[in-house]
């Protein structure tokens, strides 16, 4: 796993997050450009952080007036990228070193080629930016 520091705000989210919701995160990325919270939590806790009908999230959401986007981590790069891209179906994924970097090949359904890129591109840039801080990977190209 990469090291990788997390802000006074980051924390407070975090704090803020796990009062709520009872679901313990790992990470917390604010994203002010998109106008988001993306936090990763513990391996088994995603329903605990959404709580029943999302009323947990909803609850965060409301506290914090941000859209919340919550990724369950994984120390399994594949198992993590494809928890990155949920819900596109990912069919499979191929981890290639190449010229001193760590590349991630993530074949998605055509369907949901759309859905994995995400509008303005702020799902695979989400992507990318959780794999490198959390998996050390260099880039993901969707396929």
Do not use: W
């Not at 993590?80 to 069919?91: G, I, M, R, S």
């Amino acid at each position: 796993m990469s090291e990788f520091k997390l802000t006074t705000e980051s924390i407070r989210y975090i704090a803020l997050f796990e009062s709520l919701t009872g679901g313990v995160a790992r990470d917390c990325i604010v994203d002010d450009e998109n106008d988001r919270i993306i936090l990763v939590v513990k391996k088994g806790d995603m329903g605990a952080a959404i709580g029943r009908k999302g009323s947990n999230i909803n609850r965060v959401k409301k506290s914090i007036g941000k859209q919340i986007e919550i990724v369950e981590h994984s120390d399994d790069a594949k198992e993590f990228l494809e928890n990155l891209f949920q819900p596109a179906l990912v069919k499979n994924i191929t981890l290639v070193n190449k010229n001193d970097k760590r590349l991630a090949y993530v074949e998605v359904a055509n369907k949901d080629k759309g859905l994995a890129i995400g509008r303005d591109g702020r799902n695979i840039l989400k992507a990318k930016m959780l794999a490198r801080r959390h998996h050390g990977l260099d880039d993901i190209i969707i396929q």
